[in-house]
């Protein structure tokens, strides 16, 4: 039997953002540590939302259900322009004297050797685990308005959209997925086995990422800089600590993303969003 859609109808929001070379370095609250993590998961975004397109890409012929279908073209439409204001935002890294087309390039060139050695179900049930992180730190976001209540507006912003549409289209390559792999037994140990992996090479690359950037400030040696992240990860707000009990949840054989239903958080956050342009337009982009 085919999938049928569990997902949501989606909405994709063409937001601009508008970096600006003269922008503070430190747009967290001042605070290059936590400034510095937020970037480093920016790096990852254009390469890997390339890779999630392709994959769903990749096994959309299989899908029978029209409603999953529109949602996939939703989903594809939401990625590419997520990929589109991540170039822009690292792009301001650059100018900023960040390493983040090095490291831009580095992952590319991974997730390109990856892609030559797995098949396609393989790299669809990968990009369902790394939808599965996006999601879980989409929803912390959405569910705390603290976590970026000292950023600067624009990144603010734009990680406040970004963290809606993720957890919007959260379920679409999962069942995408189901279609994919109808056999249960197979699908569900080929989803483990991929999130084992993927838990273990997403989080190298984000340590990676920031240690880098640490280093391009000049903190990369300083027991306190890598004490106040693991702090900030582990104690409090948390964000790693927050969300490993929903990342066990995806070892469920029954799981689907949306048994977190978060839709209510998603439509506070949607009309803060909407009032963007309603107050400053100018800077909440255009939805050309």
């Known amino acids: 039997m085919n999938a049928i859609s569990r997902s949501i109808?989606?909405?994709?929001?063409?937001?601009?953002?508008?970096?600006?070379?003269?922008?503070?370095?430190?747009?967290?609250?001042?605070?290059?540590?936590?400034?510095?993590?937020?970037?480093a998961l920016s790096i990852m975004f254009p390469e890997g939302e390339k890779f999630f397109m392709e994959s769903v890409k990749n096994k959309r012929k299989l899908v029978e259900d029209p409603v999953l279908q529109k949602q996939i073209d939703g989903f594809l439409t939401?990625?590419?322009?997520?990929?589109?204001?991540?170039?822009?935002?690292?792009k301001q890294l650059d100018a900023q004297g960040f390493s983040a087309t090095d490291l831009h390039l580095e992952l590319k060139a991974f997730l390109g050797a990856l892609k030559k050695r797995i098949g396609k179900n393989r790299m669809l049930a990968v990009t369902c685990a790394l939808e599965h992180f996006t999601a879980?730190?989409?929803?912390?976001?959405?569910?705390?308005?603290t976590i970026f209540g000292a950023a600067d507006e624009q990144y603010r912003r734009v990680w406040t959209w970004h963290a809606l549409e993720e957890a919007e289209h959260k379920g679409v390559a999962y069942d995408t997925f189901l279609a994919a792999v109808p056999n249960r037994q197979r699908r569900y140990l080929?989803?483990?086995?991929?999130?084992?992996g993927t838990s273990i090479i997403?989080?190298?690359?984000?340590?990676?990422?920031?240690?880098?950037?640490?280093?391009?400030?000049?903190?990369?040696?300083?027991?306190?800089?890598?004490?106040?992240?693991?702090?900030?990860?582990?104690?409090?707000?948390?964000?790693?600590?927050?969300?490993?009990?929903?990342?066990?949840?995806?070892?469920?054989p029954g799981f689907h993303p949306w048994d977190h239903d978060n839709r209510q958080e998603m439509a506070k956050v949607e009309r803060t969003v909407a009032s963007w342009h309603a107050k400053e337009p100018a800077l909440a982009g255009s939805a050309a």
């Not at 939401?78 to 690292?90: D, F, I, K, S």
């Not at 040696?221 to 707000?237: D, I, T």
């Open 190 to 196: 080929m989803r483990c086995a991929a999130m084992v």
């Open 78 to 90: 939401q990625e590419a322009m997520h990929t589109r204001e991540h170039v822009m935002y690292n």
């Open 9 to 39: 109808d989606l909405e994709p929001r063409n937001e601009h953002f508008h970096f600006e070379t003269n922008e503070r370095k430190y747009w967290f609250d001042g605070d290059p540590v936590k400034t510095v993590f937020w970037n």
């Open 202 to 252: 997403f989080n190298y690359f984000i340590l990676k990422h920031t240690g880098r950037m640490m280093k391009d400030v000049g903190i990369s040696r300083s027991p306190k800089a890598w004490g106040n992240l693991a702090k900030y990860l582990l104690g409090k707000p948390g964000l790693y600590r927050q969300i490993f009990f929903p990342w066990l949840d995806y070892f469920k």
């Open 136 to 145: 879980m730190m989409a929803d912390r976001v959405l569910r705390d308005e």
